[in-house]
């Protein structure tokens, strides 16, 4: 991978090198994702299509870095935390109460892994480095969204 690719694909999959935070990388991403949010106060139709477009492209860019480097979902790769923390507001309005519980919620269950969370881990490459945030996203989504509901 020439040197250029490779510093591209760091950029993106480090989450403009929000990764690279000395301590908790994946909170420091997701928070960035609730900034970004309240900054662009996206429609639901521009948060879907950001969800689809940073899974792909986190999928994409995360492989090449675990292939260049030989390393198995490495710690700065956080493209990964702000796609499931996308998809955690997928179905509920951007109010300051959702933010702040689908944070909680997405942080919480990326961190347990609880299952089927656990099993997104599993697969291989950039899939398997997007699918267990996606999982935790969605659980966090349909949370987020049954409370909503409730309350």
């Not at 950001?50 to 292939?67: C, N």
């Amino acid at each position: 991978m020439n040197k250029l690719f490779y510093h591209l694909n760091l950029f993106l999959a480090s989450g403009f090198y929000l990764g690279f935070f000395p301590k908790f990388p994946g909170t420091v991403g997701s928070f960035f994702t609730l900034l970004l949010l309240l900054w662009l106060k996206p429609t639901k139709f521009v948060l879907v299509f950001g969800v689809i477009i940073v899974f792909f492209l986190g999928t994409w860019v995360s492989s090449q870095i675990e292939k260049h480097l030989c390393q198995k979902d490495p710690s700065f790769v956080v493209i990964d935390e702000i796609g499931g923390q996308l998809l955690t507001f997928i179905f509920v309005p951007l109010t300051w109460t959702n933010l702040g519980l689908g944070f909680l919620l997405f942080r919480l269950l990326d961190i347990f892994k609880p299952w089927p969370v656990k099993e997104g881990e599993k697969l291989a490459g950039g899939l398997g480095i997007m699918a267990d945030d996606y999982l935790a996203g969605f659980l966090a989504a349909l949370i987020l969204k049954a409370l909503n509901y409730l309350f």
